[in-house]
């Protein structure tokens, strides 16, 4: 943890670990950062408002303005300001720090991140060599970690008594890391954890378990209707191929960043000793790749229709991205059903309609991989329509309340900030 009394070298490191001018393109961080310090100068409380993205964006800035202008002059500047802007940093870490350590205990992570920090302590920040590395490290750190998230989550469904249980996983435990597995099984270190997660995201894993169950029935759904094909995009650690014995009949495009799929094929191996005949595993980063390519490579039989699955995904992507899936899968086959969850547009934008959505900004801040995309769920049926889909239904949290939680005495609080829809070709 930073000792805020260690010397501004110290400080610089830790400022340069986050890229603010990533997180804030153009002239963004430095508006943010200018408007803060003004407003700083009139009241620290300021400071208690931000996010842990803005305020590790501040004080990147702050060392660039350092490293750029008179020293002196900055460092006064900055001695009224870093001292209080660490600490807050360091509680919007807390949680954060607590749930990789969750999720990621004996994972690449951990080990990147160190390694990441020991490269920033050693290389200068303009250094290229070390922008390269640490892109590298941070894409196989962090880009699946949203991954690990959600199948944790899954996995303390098991932990519920069956009467109330909204759907039954066997598989997901067994994809975690062995740590996080000895860790899920102590009730009191579960109940901790889930206190401490519901109290900073309210809501957030009813919505996941909501979701899960949701997409469940969806699935069933269209494989009874005798869809031969199911195309998981972002699947991460979804074990539905595996667990859903309807599915064996069924051809299987799972698609995800490559370090993703990777542990996941190790997962399967150790599991079941050979990946599944019926799974074709396809890498594709689609915010920089055409999904059409993908399908291709995955030899997604063009004339049939498919059942595209797009669960906790859509958020991560550039809205040109989302864009380009949605116009790939409306080429498809009449009858081809996408089932997907989005996140209300006022959780991206930042104009908020309700204090839940702040909550949720808040924790979606703390994430090492950042939303991009959301939809008001007002205009989601035009918006699918002028992207060729037809919207069938919409799903939120009252509709999982109704549908899943009261008929078996469940209290469970579900966000409103995400939901699940299906449209189709
Ligand atoms: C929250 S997880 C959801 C995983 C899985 N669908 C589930 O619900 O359990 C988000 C998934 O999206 C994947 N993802 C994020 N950005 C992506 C991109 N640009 N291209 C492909 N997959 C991506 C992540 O690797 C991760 O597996």
Redesign the pocket.
């Known amino acids: 943890m930073l000792d805020v009394t260690r010397p501004w070298l110290e400080v610089e490191t830790f400022a340069l670990a986050f890229d603010g001018h990533e997180a804030f393109p153009d002239e963004g961080c430095a508006n943010l950062a200018n408007k803060i310090i003004d407003e700083f100068s009139k009241s620290a409380k300021t400071l208690e408002n931000l996010t842990l993205t803005e305020l590790r964006a501040c004080l990147f800035f702050e060392q660039r303005r350092c490293h750029h202008s008179y020293r002196a002059t900055s460092q006064n500047r900055v001695s009224g300001y870093c001292p209080v802007c660490l600490p807050s940093i360091r509680w919007n870490h807390i949680f954060a720090d607590m749930w990789a350590v969750f999720t990621d205990a004996c994972m690449a992570g951990p080990i990147a991140h160190h390694r990441m920090s020991v490269v920033a302590a050693i290389s200068k920040y303009d250094n290229v060599a070390y922008k390269r590395r640490s892109a590298q490290m941070k894409g196989n750190a962090e880009?699946?970690r949203?991954?690990y998230?959600?199948?944790s989550m899954?996995a303390t469904e098991a932990f519920v008594p069956a009467p109330q249980r909204l759907f039954e996983d066997e598989i997901v435990m067994d994809f975690l890391p062995r740590p996080v597995q000895f860790l899920l099984r102590r009730s009191a270190i579960r109940a901790v954890f889930l206190s401490l997660l519901e109290a900073s995201a309210p809501g957030i894993r009813g919505a996941m378990l909501c979701r899960?169950r949701r997409i469940d029935d969806a699935v069933r759904n269209a494989i009874h209707q005798g869809l031969p094909a199911l195309v998981?995009?972002?699947?991460?650690?979804?074990t539905r191929p595996y667990r859903f014995t309807e599915s064996a009949d069924v051809n299987i495009v799972e698609?995800?960043?490559p370090s993703?799929q990777e542990f996941k094929k190790t997962c399967l191996l150790r599991k079941f000793g050979a990946l599944p005949s019926h799974v074709r595993f396809v890498h594709?980063?689609?915010?920089?790749e055409q999904l059409d390519t993908a399908l291709e490579t995955g030899r997604l039989n063009s004339s049939k229709p498919a059942i595209f699955?797009w669960?906790?995904?859509s958020q991560?992507?550039q809205p040109n991205?989302v864009d380009s899936v949605l116009a790939s899968i409306s080429k498809r086959p009449k009858g081809t059903v996408l089932v997907f969850t989005y996140v209300l547009q006022e959780v991206i934008t930042g104009i908020y309609r309700s204090d839940r959505s702040e909550a949720f900004r808040k924790s979606a801040s703390r994430q090492p991989?950042p939303w991009h995309f959301g939809v008001d769920p007002r205009q989601l049926r035009a918006f699918l329509a002028a992207r060729g889909l037809s919207l069938r239904h919409d799903f939120g949290a009252e509709e999982h309340q109704t549908d899943y939680l009261r008929p078996v005495g469940r209290i469970l609080e579900v966000s409103e900030i995400e939901r699940v829809a299906i449209a189709i070709v």
Do not use: F, H, P, R
């Not at 998981?232 to 979804?238: E, K, N, V």
């Open positions: 880009a699946g949203s991954a998230g959600a199948a899954k899960t998981i995009l972002g699947a991460g650690l979804d698609i995800d960043l993703v594709s980063d689609l915010n920089t699955l669960e906790g995904v991560y992507l991205a991989e």
